[in-house]
T-cell receptor, first 117, second 113 residues
Framework: NAGVTQTPKFRILKIGQSMTLQCTQD?????MYWYRQDPGMGLKLIYY???????DKGEVPNGYNVSRSTTEDFPLRLELAAPSQTSVYFC????????????????FGPGTRLTVT | DQQVKQNSPSLSVQEGRISILNCDYTNSMFDYFLWYKKYPAEGPTFLIS?????DKNEDGRFTVFLNKSAKHLSLHIVPSQPGDSAVYFC????????????FGAGTTVTVRA
């Protein structure tokens, strides 16, 4: 199992550009989450998904969009990048269902460090 | 509004001694709590958790204590080892079917040899 993978690892964007952060998990988890972490701050939830075709806003969704067409993939789209979106982005997944896994225990990818200048 | 607070940004402890990390929360609806550990350039990894029906949970060198009346939890690491040097995040969740977590700002632990 690769777990949760994120690409790219690093990216520099100019103001106004767009990009998609990729997230894939191979654990057949139904729940997926996107967080951002700013320096000295905790992780803040951007968007989440409870299953394919279902997404919902988190705490800081403005400036972002997501889609969940498959169980495995949960891309995060940035439109019109702004300096305030400079951050480290983490994707996470968890499982709720039979099998005894703890649904609160989220598995994280290694992160994407994004700089907008 | 920060609902989960870790008021100590850093902690330095000697190898072999106890590390105590603290976390306070403001939302009385939180009923499940977790600690995550994060190394540089990696994602957070789950460490230990506790449900609000308990006041203590132990896993090897790691023990989490929950004081619901004070809305306070702590993580004890005994004995501390150099590999424990990392950032530790406290997280909390309300009972719901989305399992969303609210995170504290983290405490950086440095274990000195």
């Amino acid at each position: 199992n690769a777990g949760v993978t994120q690409t790219p690892k690093f990216r520099i964007l100019k103001i106004g550009q767009s990009m998609t952060l990729q997230c894939t998990q191979d654990m057949n988890h139904n729940y997926m989450y996107w967080y951002r972490q700013d320096p000295g701050m905790g992780l803040k939830l951007i968007y989440y998904s409870v299953g394919a075709g279902i997404t919902d806003k988190g705490e800081v969704p403005n400036g972002y969009n997501v889609s969940r067409s498959t169980t495995e993939d949960f891309p995060l789209r940035l439109e019109l990048a702004a300096p305030s979106q400079t951050s480290v982005y983490f994707c996470a997944s968890s499982y709720s269902g039979t099998g005894g896994l703890n649904p609160y225990e989220q598995y994280f990818g290694p992160g994407t460090r994004l700089t907008v200048t | 509004d920060q609902q989960v607070k870790q008021n100590s940004p850093s902690l330095s402890v000697q190898e072999g001694r106890i590390s105590i990390l603290n976390c306070d929360y403001t939302n009385s609806m939180f009923d499940y709590f977790l600690w995550y550990k994060k190394y540089p350039a990696e994602g957070p990894t789950f460490l230990i958790s506790i449900s609000s029906i308990k006041d203590k949970n132990e896993d090897g060198r790691f023990t989490v204590f929950l004081n619901k009346s004070a809305k306070h939890l702590s993580l004890h690491i005994v004995p501390s080892q150099p590999g424990d040097s990392a950032v530790y995040f406290c997280a909390a969740s309300k009972w719901s079917n989305d399992y969303k977590l609210s995170f504290g700002a983290g405490t950086t632990v440095t274990v000195r040899a």
